[in-house]
């Protein structure tokens, strides 16, 4: 089992970075394949980012392709997901969530509590 708490969430204004961090605490975080899913308001949860276990392999929904970059850096238990280019449309609560293998969906079985990001126009 792992537990997830995430930070770096806040107000921006449009064409700002953040950058989110995912603590995570457990052995066998790298184990995980991790993700960042978020939920804006009035809408369905959606994925966001994922990269595998290694680090080898990431995924990104197409509207933050080329403007969000997932990483992680196991040796400290650790996920990131820098976010660029910002858009008023990337407000949501971010969560980090974990899971044995990777999935471009909102199925994960470990989450954290989110993060808000407001992006301003």
């Known amino acids: 089992q792992v537990q997830l708490v995430e930070s770096g969430g806040g107000l921006v204004q449009a064409g700002g970075s953040l950058r989110l961090s995912c603590a995570a605490s457990g052995r066998t975080f790298s184990s995980y394949a991790m993700a960042w899913i978020r939920q804006g308001p009035g809408k369905e949860r959606e994925f966001v980012a994922a990269i595998t276990w290694s680090g080898v392999s990431t995924y990104y929904r197409d509207s933050v392709k080329g403007r969000f970059t997932i990483s992680r850096d196991n040796a400290n238990n650790t996920v990131y997901l820098q976010m660029n280019s910002l858009k008023p449309e990337d407000t949501a609560a971010y969560y980090c969530?974990?899971?044995?293998?990777?999935?471009?969906?909102?199925?994960?079985?470990?989450w954290g509590q989110g993060t808000q990001v407001t992006v301003s126009s």
């Open positions: 969530a974990a899971k044995y293998r990777v999935t471009l969906s909102t199925a994960y079985d470990y």
